[in-house]
């Protein structure tokens, strides 16, 4: 999971910017930290949507996804 | 007393006319039918117009559907027939997307849609009912066009499609929607007469009165009441005189790569062309010649359309350089080189030379360009920048002349604004306002599109410029060509102002360190083309076939890669990897190219002084992660000989440890080197002085907190040095290495992520102390600089530009020395006062602050935005720290700096001895040894980099030449000024 989400999904997601690591699956949950675009993305669900249907199509897990958001020092005003 | 303040909380008048507003807009689409039945197939682009599918299968595509998956590009396709209904209407294309997207329709590119525009006209270019639609669509992202509100809002990955129509529009709701935008801009900007904004919020209201906006009837009286009460009102004057300039700016690569830019840029102009096809008063600018050559490539129908309209004069390319690269690192021969292949580029393909530069986006100039760009054909420049984005001192001009380091001058233009902008009244009196040269530099300059994918101009900036006449109290407005507006304005112009120096820009100060490895492949590459060239060339006399094509392939690459969101290192991660894998591939053709053979060539027009390392797998010193020997090959120039390993002396160190430091003696110093590799003191045993400034430190390593902000990977701030964190000594300096030749003291240091190993290495036989640091990085938000605190009065820093030296000050006592905290040099710097000084030579490091009594060399930064990884990884870095007799010049730094970026090549070149006699110690640099372009003559550049003047007496009459290979005349005795570069070329079938 780990490798398949960071070496496969993850240049995706760099290709826009965006970064991502693997923290943890327990059971059915992936827990993952976006970082650069995707952490402060206004419509992540829906990558996470597709992430989701890319896992269970090429690794036949059904999961749900947990993002993590760090967004970058100079957005981290919240 | 009470104090309350007053709100109005009832809806003022103004508020109720920007309310239709938005009301009117609703009703330009008089009909909508959706076409359905539209397929998809995501993708994602692996190579110039290359793509991996993610399902072989086409799938349905419907409105609500998710489309578009992150780095993807979609290919849509479907079917549609024209109703009767719609007939004998103009028909267009809808679709509102987030993406950017080429439409064609059955065979044909009828345009564009991304969120800059909606709909495309099809019937110019349709004679059929029956519609064929083919979309590629690439996934717009990234945040560019930032400036743009509206695209904000649609960013992200994943995408809803919100469906494709057939439509017509009510052209006569579409015209007062144009007429209100561009009255509401005003109305709405305080750069405008207020009594006029005040009239025009009454009359707009009183215009909407009569709309009934369900019926859409009264739309022909509003439009009159506009042109009548509003038009044709002269009661309000403005002032001012603005050229207008259609323009797209391209990143070739930033958040996306340059495989991408290949459909951002034919999407461009394919919409320009468009354009130019409704508004035959169109005028539009491209640059970079890369950009041209790959339309030509991919897309040959556009390319084919395109040269129409070049030859008709509505698309004019601009900016003769191949790529608009970074103007800070890059050599003067790159430098030159983007001028010398975007200069051919535009001959062979569209029979032009462009007398201009367009760099509307780079991070600041370098002193030598105006002696490059003038020898180029050149004698316009245009770069924005330092009036929009200086954060200290405002640039004093805007139109004036520009004095580069030899004296050659160029007109020059620093648009008062944004490159970027969309052409609205507020954006083009703000222009005005900002202009200082007003009473001398004739129209200013605003350049209109939207950028990087946004795909230039819209139909509604066009509509605003003919609008813009029928406005009292706007300026006066042209929309002319940029090679017009130029020549208008500053050609011959005995009012310009003149500056000279460095186009400094006050910001991005980062850029000169950021994306480590780049800058050090970039340095590499530029030293080995010139050898592979000059070693090519050399064969080439002997009879041996020119691998030109090669070579030149191998130089546009390396250009390509000087792009400036690449070399200066403000790119997402997969952009990293493009270059570093462009970097290998051309390294590897390079190889290919070398010969080889048994003796050591100097390709340096100059006797060899100082060390070399010479690979040797049985070497017994390991550097660069490679064994090999010292040498110091006294080679004449352009020779080939032996480079044995340096015989050394018996007992030439001595080394004591002493407290927390160790005391050692050479034949050249007596150093006290504390724990963590910095000198206490170096005291000089032939000059006889002490070198350290007590209480300053040398080479004293410094880890500083970096949070520069947005522009992470761009900006240095200058409260840098506010907060710094320790960079622990794992082992104290010792001495780890010891033979006849040099010794090595090693220093580690860690982090609690990073490991970080100095090895700081004293030779018997010079007086050169060459520090390796060897680094395993993994910070985050992190500057490291190691400073450098010589005992020496000096008030300058001599910097090497790569073509001659800039004197910079160290003082702090303006603004403008202030802001100047950080800057960029190239191989070396040095600190002197009379009679020494101090060198420090560098083999990819740009970065300098300047410290007042110290300077900092910048060795690596750890930064997140763009790319989250920056620098991360393993790092292998050195430079020579040099103290010297005399000045920089007296001390021949500059040759030694050229020495140590040049490495030695196996090869049995032989050398005319006429050219030998020639070249060798002439007093100018050997720059570049080419074949010409055409094959015919041998190219010889040499360059003036001491301040010196001169003549060179050559033993043949030889042909002078420009950048670009023109003859310029005939001598055989050359007479050169400080800092001049000079071509000669000389016939083949004179040197056979």
Redesign the interface.
Known sequence: MKDYIEKV?G?????????VEFVSQEGETVELIF???CSK???LD??C??MEQMILKNLGQQVKIRAIRRK???QDNK | MAHVKVVRRSMRPEEWTDLRFVWLQRGVYREKLEITGLEIRDA?QVAENEYVYDDEAWRPLNKGD?YF????TAFIRGHATIPASLKGQDIYFQLKTAAEMIVKVNGVYVGGVDPNRDRILLNPYINSDELDIEIEAY?R???DDERNPDTLAV????QVFEGAYLATVRDNVQSLVYDYILLMDIAHCEYFNEDYRKFLFVELSRALDLVDFDTWEGIDDAARYVEERIYQNDDFKGSGDVALVGHSHLDIAY???RIHAVQKNARTILIQLRLMDKYPEFRYTHTQAYTYETLEKYYPELFAELKEKIASGQFEPVGSMYVEPDCNVPSAESLTRQFLYGQHYFRRAFGKTLDNAWLPDVFGNSWILPQIMKKSGVDYFVSNKMSTWNDTNRFPHNNFKWKGIDGSEVYACVPPTHFITWNMPSQIQENWEAYQDKETGGATLSMFGYGDGGSGATEEMLEMVRRFPKVSVMPKVEMTGGAEFLHKNLKDNPALETWDGELYLEMHRGTFTTKSDIKKANRTLEFKLREAELLCALDALCGAAYPSDALRDCWKKLLLNQFHDILPGSH???VYEDAMADYAETDSKLNSLFKGGERWFNSLNFTREGLAFIEDADGPVVRHGKRGYWAMPKLEGLTAGGAEPLKGKADWLRCQADGNGLQIETPYYSLRMNADGSFASLEDKELDRQWIKPGCGFNKMHLYAD?P??Y?AWDILPNYKDVEHSLDVKAAAHLTAHDDVSAEFTVDFATDKSSWKMVIRLFADSRAIEVEHVVDWHEK?RLVKVNFGPDILTRELVCDTSAGYVRRDLTKNTTWQQARFEVCHHKWFDMSEAGAGVAVINEGKYGVGLEGDEVSLSLLRAT???D??SDMGHHDFCYVILPHAGDAIQAKVNQLAYEYNVPLTKADAAVPAMLRGMLNDCGLYLQSLKLSEDGEQLIIRLSEQNGARGKLRLPMTVKLLNLLEDEEGQTDVVAYRPFEMITLGIALSALK
């Open positions: 999904l240049p995706r997601l760099q290709g826009d910017g965006g970064w970082r650069g675009e993305c206004g419509i829906r990558c949507g597709w970058p020092y100079f | 994602r998710l998956t992150p780095d993807g996934n992202s990234k945040p960013r992200g990955c994943r958040y996306w790569r997402i991660h997969p949070y902000g947005t992470d938000h997140i935005r763009p989250v990884t």
